[in-house]
């Protein structure tokens, strides 16, 4: 049963933070270039790079969002959460869709060969558990009790 505010109080589009990382990473790469001298000359960190970021977005966030929408839910933060998914993608992470644009930092920061968007992820992954998540579990917690607690004890934040 929906209540009038039965959303999470999540104050930030959630993409937003990864892809203030990239830009931020990349902003600070033209103006202070770290690692430029140690560019490697194969073509390998575009592969495992884009192995990453592909691999992350179709495994982790496309399944993620299918599996939400599948079972007549919103990936997006500010509807209401009828069920708690555990199947898929959601035995190995809480957060799934999350952890999915932090690796999207790490992969583009291989390809585009970017220190700075590498150093800056860790930040990304702070924000979005302070900015994002933590409101999200608050929400759970209310809305599912010992359901939404058990699953926080069998199933770990990130990995």
Known sequence: MSEPNDAAEVRVFPPAIPLVTVLLGTALNYLIPLGARFTPVTHARYWVGALLVVGSILG????????????????????PTTEIIEHGPFRISRNPM???????????????????????????????????????????????????????????RWI
């Open 60 to 79: 982790l966030g496309w399944r993620s969002v299918r599996l939400v929408r599948g079972s007549g839910q919103s990936e997006n933060p500010w509807k």
């Open 98 to 156: 999350y952890l999915q644009m932090v690796l999207v930092c790490v992969g583009l920061s291989i390809i585009l060969w970017n220190v700075w968007i590498l150093l800056l992820t860790p930040l990304c992954a702070w924000l979005l558990q302070r900015w994002v998540i933590a409101p999200e579990e608050a929400y759970l917690e209310r809305k599912f009790g010992d359901g939404y607690l058990a699953y926080k004890r069998r199933v770990r």
